[in-house]
T-cell receptor, first 115, second 115 residues
Framework: AQSVSQHNHHVILSEAASLELGCNYS??????LFWYVQYPGQHLQLLLK????DPLVKGIKGFEAEFIKSKFSFNLRKPSVQWSDTAEYFC?????????????WGLGTSLAVNP | EPEVTQTPSHQVTQMGQEVILRCVPI?????FYWYRQILGQKVEFLVS????????KSEIFDDQFSVERPDGSNFTLKIRSTKLEDSAMYFC?????????????FGPGTRLLVL
């Protein structure tokens, strides 16, 4: 069955450190890729997405992600984190097949940034 | 900016009771979704809804579950006879419904506890 793996479940960083959160999926066909973020007490919101085109995508708040098809990966990066980036980060995919809209989720990564 | 809203934010119920979780999708969106996250587990797709009928449902979405759009604004998830294992955070989402793929916008969730 198709699945999404996030390698880091809990990450603790100091402000200004660089961030990379791993995401891999298992599916042989074409996928659409998403990173969602949930700040404490808030709802899930889209950070960035990749559907096609340039595999390096930029999102809100200085985040970017790179789709590497050969590695089935869509890792999230930020060069310098801030305390306000403390949140839960979720990688998710939809399968590019017909009208498929079901999001398949990773377990999430809890990021704590110390001031 | 329009948001998806959900009520109640928390619900406690006794096993065997019926619960109705309510969602107000973004007003011009046509596709609606329910997902759930059991504590410590991945977010799981339950059902998608379009044009007043279920578009897709997961294996989880058995006869105990039903969805309805009772009026022009609300979208509800009913669990007929709750079980302990239904305890989870339930997320509603909506999307414009005009293209595939597209972004889904999430509500803040309803935390359901079945005792």
């Amino acid at each position: 069955a198709q699945s999404v793996s996030q390698h880091n479940h809990h990450v603790i960083l100091s402000e200004a450190a660089s961030l990379e959160l791993g995401c891999n999926y298992s599916y042989g066909g074409t996928v659409n890729l998403f990173w969602y973020v949930q700040y404490p007490g808030q709802h899930l919101q889209l950070l960035l997405k990749y559907f096609s085109g340039d595999p390096l995508v930029k999102g809100i708040k200085g985040f970017e992600a790179e789709f590497i098809k050969s590695k089935f990966s869509f890792n999230l990066r930020k060069p310098s984190v801030q305390w306000s980036d403390t949140a839960e980060y979720f990688c998710a995919v939809t399968l590019n097949a017909g009208n498929n809209r079901k999001l398949i989720w990773g377990l999430g990564t809890s990021l704590a940034v110390n001031p | 900016e329009p948001e998806v809203t959900q009520t109640p934010s928390h619900q406690v119920t006794q096993m065997g009771q019926e619960v109705i979780l309510r969602c107000v999708p973004i007003s011009n969106h046509l596709y609606f979704y329910w997902y759930r996250q059991i504590l410590g587990q991945k977010v799981e797709f339950l059902v998608s809804f379009y044009n007043n009928e279920i578009s897709e449902k997961s294996e989880i979405f058995d006869d105990q579950f039903s969805v309805e759009r009772p009026d022009g604004s609300n979208f509800t998830l009913k669990i007929r006879s709750t079980k302990l294992e239904d305890s989870a955070m339930y997320f509603c989402a909506s999307s414009p419904g005009r293209v595939v793929p597209e972004t889904q916008y999430f509500g803040p969730g309803t935390r359901l506890l079945v005792l």
